[in-house]
């Protein structure tokens, strides 16, 4: 899946992580640090200048798109939760979520080579039984037709996802 649809996804977690929260964070912020996370396994493309292959486990898809590395992040996420007050339980579980949505949500793509969702236990690459969303293009080459179609599709697959981060807020109405 191209950046789109895991924007999407961390939109939506900013927007759940300040519901019925008291918070100094700005949605804004909250929508920044969510998508970030929600981007996070695909740190492994600066592997490809590092000489690193696709199909190595520290290659594109690989030991970043674990359920061990999302738990990884959400303990650190946890921590920091600790620091700043926020809610620890709450704020990890979203983060395990948010984080393991990305490789999940890959694993619904039709091209590349498929998620490494059990590493270090295995290094077998998993794709779902479905693969209904079309493959990005990976770096610059983004920046195409076929990358605007794969952005666009996307966003109708995760239209209702993207209608929950973005639905305007009702008013309280101060008496
Ligand atoms: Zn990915």
Redo the contacts with the bound molecule.
């Keep these: 899946?191209a950046s789109v649809g895991?924007v999407v996804v961390g939109l939506a977690a900013a927007r759940f992580s300040r519901q019925g929260q008291a918070t100094i964070w700005s949605p804004f912020s909250a929508a920044v640090v969510w998508s970030g996370l929600s981007l996070l396994?695909?740190v492994?493309v600066y592997g490809f200048r590092l000489g690193v292959h696709y199909a190595d486990v520290w290659g594109?898809?690989g030991a970043?798109?674990s359920f061990v590395f999302a738990f990884a992040a959400a303990a650190i996420v946890a921590l920091v939760a600790k620091v700043a007050r926020f809610p620890v339980l709450r704020t990890a579980l979203l983060a395990l979520g948010v984080v393991s949505s990305?490789?999940l949500l890959?694993t619904l793509t039709d091209g590349g080579l498929g998620?490494a969702l059990l590493w270090p236990f295995s290094n077998e690459r998993f794709f779902a039984p479905w693969t209904p969303l079309p493959v990005a293009p990976i770096g610059r080459a983004f920046l195409s037709m076929q990358g605007l179609r794969v952005a666009a599709v996307e966003l109708v697959a995760l239209s209702p996802v993207l209608a929950y981060a973005l639905w305007p807020r009702r008013r309280q109405v101060a008496r």
């Design positions: 899946m895991h396994p695909d492994d594109h898809r970043t798109h990305h490789a890959d998620c």
